[in-house]
């Protein structure tokens, strides 16, 4: 077809967003047309930034974000990705010299309107009266945490989550809002409007398309129009709003070039811009709407957030399927097949080009069956599953993720606007070689190395800043204070934050200092204080430091509960550590955590009293927070005063503890654990402790507390009970004197503290309890220096010479110099760091 043949008028192209059948349609009938000027659905204030789609450095799929001046948090993404229709027109334009515009309504205001519904529903108002926006039909709303609070690029189905059964007779204003796709799938006889927009649209396009360029929008808009007759605005009252900003901007382009335009917007919005309306009516539509400054920029956007799953309201179910459809020039089964087949290889799975070909197979052999023009999504994934998975749901689980959904980022180019944080942050992760990635990867970094040690410094700025880029997790390599490890996943949505962050500063540095500083003022626990004094060694951020130093000192003087104090120790002693290890100067933290500790040793006692178990067991996990504190502190001797001294005197607070009858059960057993694992309690004393706490007279309940707060936890209390059957005997012969009225009120204790324990170890004290007392199990172990037997009195040094060679075998060490050489006289430096639970 030819201009001349061309319709009067302007060429109204109804399309489904991140369609790919619609991009190539789109293609097709510009190429036909060849318009004097193409205008897209899209907020005007992009209009600037267009030029920029054509630039080398710009790869799909991206956004717009527009976010508002004063609340940089309140923000709203328009993505595109390469097979979006308006990612086709507006590339084509640019390569015709074509001119392009957005015709949308802006987004100053459509966030306007946002914050307006968001102050009346906080106001108890509502919402909808405040700011029917342009958004409403797209699924835009606040989130927090600098989240995107809007999400304006509307699905041409409008809502996903619309119901597409609603009865026309039903008061507009009362329905949900509509699915089209969904509407017209139901009316087809499909359940599934994916797949009937494949079949109707897709495979059509797939394969050259139709002879007529245009045929494929005069069908889509002649079904939207007819179902605007019936459902009017479908339930998103805000594109009323949309539409009549978009039939002005319309004229205004007619008036400036004519008839000869193209208008490339969701099929939704074509019957309401060819509708017949007044440029008054239209603007009084627009009168009053609300208005804030915004600003605008291209983004990296990432396939996982195009994916509905995620929340975004245009979403698609499979925008790395669509993706690939739209790039196979041909034979896309095929194709798609070999890149399922290079993922499996590259997991370790055997797929050969055999599975490729009965796979291919298999697909078409299915959609034929199932009266399908061309295989599907679901046909290739039925044929995956049989041919290459072996029927198994697992790998196919990583076809999803990798390859159905996608994790590809976009790139944006330099030239892009950005905040001046945004650039300082992109040239440091050049610098760092740091490369954002969407695919979730853990970080090993070694803080010895000056790279490493700058990522690190990095990731704690940015987590100062609530740019949650990375997260510490725990490494599987080392414990070391030299190491940490990250988790590592770049979301689009952190530009947001970068954006929001930029209010502080214009650097990494500058604005993690001036946040730290405000987060240091308005801390209002000792416990946030220390965690962000830690935060700040972490990040070496040292103009912050002597902020966050005085808000220590004023929250420690006027804090007086013990609790908040026990909370607040753990982070300081950590920051103590990691400024030893990072040679930094912490006289005035240590001076700090000691009056801390000596504080809690002091007030811990009676703080231990009159507790019930919830409070009991919240104590007991602040002992131990304490104990592992003051442990680390007595590693810090160069920054803590008297540190071996504050050791004793916490040892003689426990002793305290553990002989207490007032203070909880749960504190007194840990007390004990915990003095037992230091070599500062006996055998004998803690068998007579715990015989005491287990004897008649002691409530059932509270029994069952002390071997939880004894044994319990992660502590290797299971073991202990293996290699020390004196006290398995002691609990065993507790247990069998339970009363059977109160045994079922003590059970929950003693299953949450046996099902804490390895299967192995519940293995070896089940069989320990089954031998009884007539094999020399638990119940005949009863004098204070018998040994059960399996166990000798002491080391068997000839034994264990016997099993050193095989030992040497499996370390791969070399083999002994001479007989007589035990393993004990060979040591491993292959790791010299020092853990971070060392205590001196």
């Given at each position: ?12 192209l ?45 790869r ?7 976010h ?6 309140q923000?709203?993404?328009w ?7 308006e990612?086709?027109?507006?590339r084509?334009?640019l390569?015709?010299?074509?001119p392009v515009?957005f015709i949308d ?11 307006a519904a ?7 108002g ?15 709303g ?13 699905d041409?189905?409008?809502?996903p ?6 009865d026309p ?8 809002p ?15 409007p ?12 797939q ?6 360029p ?24 805000r594109d ?16 400036e ?24 009516a ?10 804030i400054?915004?600003e605008?920029?291209w983004v ?5 957030r ?18 690939h ?25 055997f ?10 197979r ?25 041919v290459m ?11 999803r993720?990798?390859?159905?959904v996608?994790?590809t980022l ?15 942050l ?11 990635e ?11 190395k000056?790279n ?6 990095l ?18 390599a080392s ?18 934050q ?15 200092t001036a946040r ?6 308005a ?8 965690a ?11 103009e912050?430091?002597?902020v966050?130093m005085?808000a220590?000192?004023d929250r ?11 909370d607040?120790l ?8 990691y ?15 000691a ?10 006692p009676?703080?231990?009293?009159g ?8 104590m007991?996990?602040r002992v ?17 005063a008297?540190a071996?001294?504050?050791r ?20 007194r057993?840990?007390?004990?654990r ?52 004196r ?6 012969a507790?247990?069998t ?9 003590v ?14 170890v ?21 004098g ?6 399996g ?8 034994r ?10 499996l ?6 110099p001479h ?10 430096t ?11």
């Open positions: 077809m030819t201009r001349a043949e061309r319709p009067a008028g302007p060429l109204l109804g399309v489904r967003h991140h369609g790919p059948g619609s991009a190539r349609a789109v293609r097709a009938a510009l190429d036909a047309a060849r318009p004097g000027a193409v205008l897209v659905e899209g907020p005007p204030e992009g209009d600037a930034l267009l030029p920029l789609a054509a630039d080398e450095g710009m799909p799929p991206v956004a717009l974000l527009a508002a001046v004063d609340d940089p948090g923000a709203a993404f993505p595109l990705a390469a097979f979006s229709p990612w086709v027109a507006i084509w334009a390569e015709h010299d074509v515009r309504l802006p987004a100053a205001h459509s966030l306007a309107m946002t914050r968001e102050q009346a529903a906080a106001d108890g509502d919402g909808d009266e405040a700011g029917d926006g342009p958004a409403a039909s797209d699924g835009a606040p989130s927090d945490a600098g989240a995107p609070s809007a999400t304006p690029s509307a041409p189905s409008g809502d989550s619309g119901d597409p059964s609603i007779s039903v008061d507009p204003s009362a329905r949900a509509v699915d089209p796709v969904a509407v017209l799938a139901g009316a087809a006889g499909y359940d599934d994916e797949r009937w927009w494949e079949d109707v649209v897709e495979h059509r396009t394969d050259g398309g139709p002879a007529d245009l045929a494929p929008f005069a069908a889509l808009t002649e079904a939207m129009t007819a179902l605007r007759e019936v459902y009017g605005d479908g339930g998103h009252p009323t709003v949309r539409e009549a900003y978009m039939r002005i901007q319309l004229r205004k382009a007619v008036k070039f004519g008839d000869g335009i193209a208008v490339v917007c969701g099929a939704w919005h074509v019957p309401a811009l060819g509708a017949v309306t007044t440029l008054t239209d603007r009084a539509l627009l009168k009053g709407l609300p208005r400054r915004t605008m920029t990296p956007w990432s396939h996982r195009l994916a509905r799953h995620s929340g975004y309201g245009a979403g698609i179910e499979s925008p790395g399927w669509y993706g459809l739209f790039e196979a020039a041909d034979r896309p089964i095929e194709r798609w097949m070999t890149k399922v087949a290079g993922l499996m290889r590259d997991e370790d799975r797929v050969s080009s055999a599975h490729v070909i009965e796979a291919v298999l697909a078409g052999a299915l959609a034929a069956l199932r009266g399908r023009p061309l295989a599907g999504l679901s046909e290739t994934t039925d044929a995956i599953r049989a998975c072996e029927g198994s749901d697992v790998p196919l689980a990583l076809v993720d990798r390859l159905v996608g994790e976009g790139e944006v180019p330099d030239t892009a606007p950005a905040v001046p944080l945004q650039r300082d992109a040239r440091r992760q050049r610098t760092l070689r740091l490369k954002p969407a695919q979730e990867r853990e970080l090993e970094l070694d803080l010895r000056d490493d040690a700058a990522r690190s410094r990731l704690h700025r940015l987590r100062v800043l609530a740019v949650g880029w990375g997260e510490p997790v725990a490494g599987r414990t070391g204070t030299f190491r940490e490890s990250w988790l590592l996943r770049w979301e689009p949505e952190l530009y947001v970068v954006a929001e962050a930029g209010t502080w500063g214009t650097t990494v540095l500058s604005a993690a730290a500083g405000a987060l240091a003022e801390a209002t626990t000792l416990a946030e204080v220390t962000l004094a830690e935060q700040c060694l972490l990040a070496e951020l040292p912050a430091l002597p966050v005085r220590l000192s420690a003087a006027l804090d007086s509960d013990v609790g908040h104090l026990a607040a753990p982070a300081l002693a950590r920051t103590l550590r400024g030893d290890v990072r040679s930094t100067d912490t006289t005035a933290l240590g001076e700090v955590a009056g801390l500790a000596e504080r809690i040793r002091v007030g811990l009676p703080a231990c009293t507790l019930d178990a919830d409070g009991a067991e919240e007991r996990r131990d927070g304490v104990h592992t504190a003051i442990g680390l502190l007595s590693g810090t001797a160069r920054a803590v008297d071996d001294g504050l004793e005197r916490w040892a003689d607070a426990l002793r305290g503890l553990a002989a207490r009858d007032t203070v909880a059960g749960v504190v057993g840990r007390a004990a915990l003095l037992l694992d230091e070599g500062r309690l006996g055998e004998d004393d803690a068998a007579r402790l715990m015989g005491l706490a287990l004897s008649p007279g002691t409530p059932p309940a509270d029994a069952a507390a002390w071997i939880e707060g004894f044994v319990g936890g992660a502590a290797g209390g299971g073991m202990l009970l293996v290699h020390d059957e006290l398995l005997g002691l609990v065993d507790w247990l004197g339970v009363p059977a009225d109160t045994f079922v009120d059970l929950p204790l003693l299953r949450r503290t046996f099902s804490a324990y390895e299967a192995g519940r293995r070896t004290l089940g069989e320990l309890v089954r031998r009884g007392p007539a094999a020399g199990g638990p119940a005949a172990v009863t204070a220096g018998a040994t059960a037997p166990f000798g009195p002491a080391l068997d040094g000839a264990a010479d016997a099993v050193e060679p095989v030992l040497r075998l370390l791969g060490l070399p083999t002994a007989a007589g050489t035990t393993t004990e006289n060979t040591e491993s292959e790791n010299t760091e020092e853990p971070l639970g060392a205590t001196g």
